[in-house]
């Protein structure tokens, strides 16, 4: 039986967990999150956290800011993982948190959270360097295949508007947020598709519909494309992530998406703020902004070069 607390603690301490204690909670974690649908209903209030990238410091702090779970009901959009040097202990206090709170705390997934991106940017290698094997990893990739696809947030005071949340952001291969729900998400992340799209793809104020993304996957989608789904779903918002915002958050099409970003600091060198979107009962909106505890890289206590962080 696992001891949530003894973890959770020592998660928030960095130290290592038993290899064994962590193949079983990804375990307990599946059973959860098999349970789930591709597009995760959730109710208001709830907060909305954009990329974490493994700054588990960073992370620690927006608790204390806008309160640990089960107080505060969050949703986070992804990227869990990579550029940070506490990948590993970010998605597992993600895991005990949800494991402890299942309808306090929803993770959707990220285009970090795959199998080919981690082994690049930096969650493998760090897997690889603290228990000395790949087993660690594999155990939390086979989480990644369970994750929801987006969340469908409805207001608690009767208004037919909902918020649609999502890593990336749209497909031209889905017109309704129900087409979502038949999509099988228990894999890698394709290269191509709208489960690809959903995690790659960027909001472009410059063009008009559809365009090609320079990050050679997903697309590019401009304003009308955007109202577009906001009709057809009656939506008043599309939350996502999956972009560095230097302001913590930044609303585009009329306010009709806005593109949160939770990490401050992001890889302890860029110098932006982070925020956090709480939406209250009637789907208003309020942001919190907040700055990184870890000011540069000589404050994590780490072994591993800083420059090795960058290559």
Known sequence: MLNLDKIIDDVKNCKLIPENDIQELCFLAQELLIQES??????????????????????????????????????????????????????????CYKIRYPDRIFLIRGNHESRQITSVYGFYDECLRKYGSANVWRYCC???????????????????????????????????????????????????????????????????????????????????????????????????????VMEGYKEVFDGGLVTVWSAPNYCYRCGNVAAVLTLDDSLNREYTVFESMLQDCNEIPTKKPVADYFL
């Open 142 to 244: 086979d989480v990644f295949d369970y994750l929801a696809l987006g969340a469908f947030i409805q207001s608690s005071s009767g208004n037919d508007d909902g918020v649609f949340c999502v890593h990336g952001g749209l497909s031209p291969a889905i017109e309704t947020i129900d087409e979502i729900r038949l999509i099988d998400r228990k894999q890698e992340v394709p290269h191509d598709g709208s489960m690809c799209d959903l995690l790659w793809s960027d909001p472009e104020e410059n063009i008009p519909a559809w365009a090609v993304s320079p990050r050679g996957a997903g697309y590019l989608f401009g304003y009308s494309e955007t109202e577009r789904f906001l009709f057809r779903n009656k939506l008043s918002l599309i939350a996502r992530a999956h972009q560095l």
């Open 38 to 95: 591709n597009i995760q209903l959730i109710d208001t209030p709830v907060t909305i956290c954009g990329d974490i990238h493994g700054q588990l410091h960073d992370l620690l702090r927006l608790f204390r800011i806008a309160h640990d779970p089960p107080e505060t009901r969050y949703l986070f959009l992804g990227d869990f993982v990579d550029r940070g040097f506490y990948s590993l202990e970010t998605f597992l206090l993600l895991l």
